[in-house]
């Protein structure tokens, strides 16, 4: 090989890979220190895209399964805050119902009866009317399916069709059918007990519609939870860096910024052959 003062062709050769494994280098830190393997479209620009739709999908479910909690708790604070405590409240009216519909005992002891159906009564009226979750009455019938309100519906889904919509106006209850009901004499005692049979039948339909739902919410939840870790492990297979093999590079890339650097040194040396010829 001549040798050539003014253009040193084997240092720009090693300067020139230097530079590519540096580069390199540096791009395998950045991933190591990162744990992705993929972080801009210019390094793999097809599984970026792919793994952004899944991980927004990812998000949406995660969303939707956030929606479906909040469901549940609408639910259950039904349930546990309402519709049992009535229950309890309809058993001991009937009880009192049944006692004021026999012969055996007299006007004044109806009366008194019929005092505390009145206080019962009440107190399903003010259950009614306080029960809530965020503003939102639970059991007053505006949850009716047939109800003039907005209707409540629950998103779970990633779009607004109907399979990915949960509609909870279907599991309330409305009116018991109580409110006119006198048991200070035998007759309506009597009327009044058949009025209150009904009453606990349509509470258990609605009790039996909110447990189904309840059902119908966990199961959600369930399958959400699937699609999330399905969704999930996907992007990350796509994206995330394996630590081992990136570890692999940064060792091969290390060694050879070292060996480079040292032949840039050593062709660097080349050209000192020059005065040797001088000499």
């Given at each position: 090989m001549p040798l050539r003062i003014f253009n040193n062709l084997s240092s720009q050769f090693a300067q020139s890979r230097l530079d590519n494994n540096s580069r390199n280098l540096g791009e395998t830190i950045v991933t190591v220190a990162s744990g992705e393997r993929v972080q801009n479209s210019s390094d793999d620009g097809a599984s970026?895209?792919?793994?952004?739709?899944?991980?927004?999908?990812?998000?949406?479910?995660?969303?939707?399964?956030?929606?479906?909690?909040?469901?549940?708790?609408?639910?259950?604070?039904?349930?546990?805050?309402?519709?049992?405590?009535?229950?309890?409240?309809?058993?001991?009216?009937?009880?009192?119902?049944?006692?004021?519909?026999?012969?055996?005992?007299?006007?004044?002891?109806?009366?008194?009866?019929?005092?505390?159906?009145?206080?019962q009564r009440q107190e399903i009226n003010r259950i009614t009317s306080t029960n809530e979750l965020l503003g939102q009455k639970l059991l007053d019938g505006s949850l009716s399916s047939d109800a003039t309100g907005d209707d409540v519906i629950i998103q779970m889904g990633l779009d607004s069709s109907t399979k990915n919509r949960i509609n909870l106006?279907?599991?309330?209850?409305?009116?018991?059918?109580?409110?006119?009901?006198?048991?200070?004499?035998?007759?309506?005692?009597?009327?009044?007990?058949?009025?209150?049979?009904?009453?606990?039948?349509?509470?258990?339909?609605?009790?039996?519609?909110?447990?189904?739902?309840q059902n119908r919410l966990n199961r959600a939840i369930q399958h959400l939870g699937v699609n999330i870790e399905n969704l999930t492990a996907a992007a990350s297979t796509i994206r995330d860096a394996d630590v081992a093999e990136e570890l692999t590079g940064l060792t091969k890339q290390l060694l050879l910024v070292q060996t480079s650097s040292a032949m840039v040194g050593q062709a660097n040396l080349i050209p000192e052959g020059v005065l040797l010829l001088l000499q």
């Open positions: 970026l895209a792919i793994s952004e739709t899944l991980r927004s999908d990812a998000r949406g479910f995660r969303q939707g399964l956030r929606n479906i909690q909040d469901g549940l708790s609408l639910i259950n604070n039904i349930e546990e805050g309402g519709l049992s405590s009535i229950a309890e409240i309809l058993i001991r009216t009937r009880e009192i119902t049944s006692q004021a519909s026999t012969g055996t005992i007299g006007s004044t002891e109806r009366k008194a009866f019929q005092l505390e159906f009145e206080a106006n279907e599991t309330t209850t409305s009116g018991l059918g109580i409110d006119d009901l006198d048991i200070s004499t035998a007759d309506g005692a009597r009327e009044a007990l058949v009025k209150i049979q009904e009453a606990v039948d349509n509470l258990s339909g609605a009790r039996a519609r909110v447990g189904a739902t």
